[in-house]
């Protein structure tokens, strides 16, 4: 069953309003806040007159009627529960010194901390904490204003007042009591917070980013579109430099950009794929006699013969590389050996013995009798240049 009066009815109805708010609070009051107090309060009396908000119904903007409750709850009459949506929750008209019991001495800074935590109030317990901070913990009260703005900023505007305490006793421990040092120290810890700061934590280097740093950093981000999670997973790529620095990891993240790989996930996959091109360098290096470890350059001019559906398969180049191991420069051999059998199309192990086999008996002829020979002797020992390597990659791209 559900009885009440209509619209029209309830508009003719009667708001009781406590004398005491009329003498001890009014007076002190603009006029938007005392319609606003009024008009909630009809609304707590007869709730269905809150179908039509205070905002419309007063014709005032909606940060006005926040900005009015602000007011009132700073005087004890409303507790904001809500910002958004707001809801307010009226309570009973004390004498002011019942609610707003404030130190004269505290309450310019108490009005201070309300602007600043609006629409959030401190409640009586709270700001026994609040005064805490100011003489127990001999902090100056511009710094009280500026950690509490500081743990809000961490926690949101609701941070327990717990929380509050905690991090003042730390503040005071380190010596942090003035406003000068309380903004130097939420400097830096945003310093501490920034990207940046997370590369040099990856590479072990124990101290805060320079300016420049954080512009580089701030410029792979928004210029190339990298976030924190890829660029830390491009960082590995320079574990085998000489020097970790950001001017090597923007070369790096460079190359990534211009292949469209920007996500953490493709550079992962990435340099999983170099990691296997590299351990597939090293067992051609051991094929062919060779203690070193290949290069990075080794490794590119490796893989030109490896890449594409017309690429030389593995197998084929580690039965090279074996043949290779006498040769005075077995490496330069081995790449005039693969260059020769990508020409020819050679795929498979049987098709590359046979090579093998035709090689030895035009050298080594059945009739003749003399010394063995290098089967790869014909072949030249030359190096491959960055323009040799676009020259092998047009021609599979010719073959093709």
């Known amino acids: 069953m559900n009885i009440h009066f209509s619209p029209e009815a309830q508009k003719r109805e009667q708001t009781p309003v406590d004398n005491l708010f009329f003498s001890e609070f009014m007076p002190d009051a603009d006029g938007e806040a005392v319609k606003v107090y009024l008009y909630g309060l009809m609304q707590c009396r007869y709730p269905s007159m809150g179908d039509v908000a205070i905002s419309e119904a007063l014709n005032l903007p909606e940060g006005a009627v926040l900005a009015a409750f602000v007011y009132w709850q700073s005087k004890g009459l409303v507790r904001i529960l809500k910002d958004e949506p707001l809801e307010v929750e009226y309570l009973t008209v004390e004498q002011p010194a019942a609610t707003t019991a404030v130190p004269m001495k505290y309450r310019p800074f108490v009005r201070a901390l309300n602007e600043l935590t609006a629409p959030r109030q401190f409640n009586m317990r709270e700001l026994g904490h609040i005064y805490d901070c100011l003489e127990v913990f001999h902090l100056e009260e511009k710094t009280v204003l500026e950690l509490v703005s500081h743990c809000m900023e961490e926690k949101g505007r609701r941070v327990s007042i717990q929380y509050i305490s905690t991090v003042a006793k730390s503040w005071a421990d380190a010596g942090i009591i003035t406003y000068e ?220």
């Open 181 to 400: 040092q309380a903004r130097d120290y939420i400097a830096n810890a945003m310093v501490r917070k920034h990207g940046a700061a997370a590369v040099l934590r990856r590479w072990n280097k124990r101290r805060l980013p320079t300016l420049d740093e954080m512009t580089m950093y701030d410029r792979w981000v928004r210029d190339w579109g990298f976030d924190d999670e890829a660029i830390l997973a491009a960082c590995p790529r320079l574990t085998s430099t000489s020097s970790l620095s950001f001017e090597a990891l923007g070369d790096r993240l460079r190359e990534l950009y211009e292949q469209n790989k920007v996500k953490a996930a493709d550079i992962q996959a990435d340099s999983e794929s170099i990691s296997d091109e590299k351990e597939f360098a090293r067992m051609v290096f051991a094929r062919m006699g060779k203690v070193s470890t290949p290069t990075r350059d080794d490794v590119r001019q490796l893989s030109v013969f490896l890449e594409g559906p017309e690429g030389l398969p593995r197998e084929v180049v580690l039965l090279a590389a074996e043949e290779c191991a006498d040769a005075e420069r077995p490496f330069g051999k081995l790449k005039s050996v693969l260059k020769d059998w990508t020409e020819r199309r050679i795929r498979t192990v049987e098709e590359a013995q046979k090579a093998l086999t035709e090689r030895k008996e035009t050298i080594y002829p059945e009739n003749r009798r003399r010394k063995r020979r290098d089967p790869f002797a014909n072949y030249a020992e030359t190096g491959v240049s960055h323009v040799n390597l676009d020259d092998i990659a047009l021609t599979l791209d010719d073959e093709l």
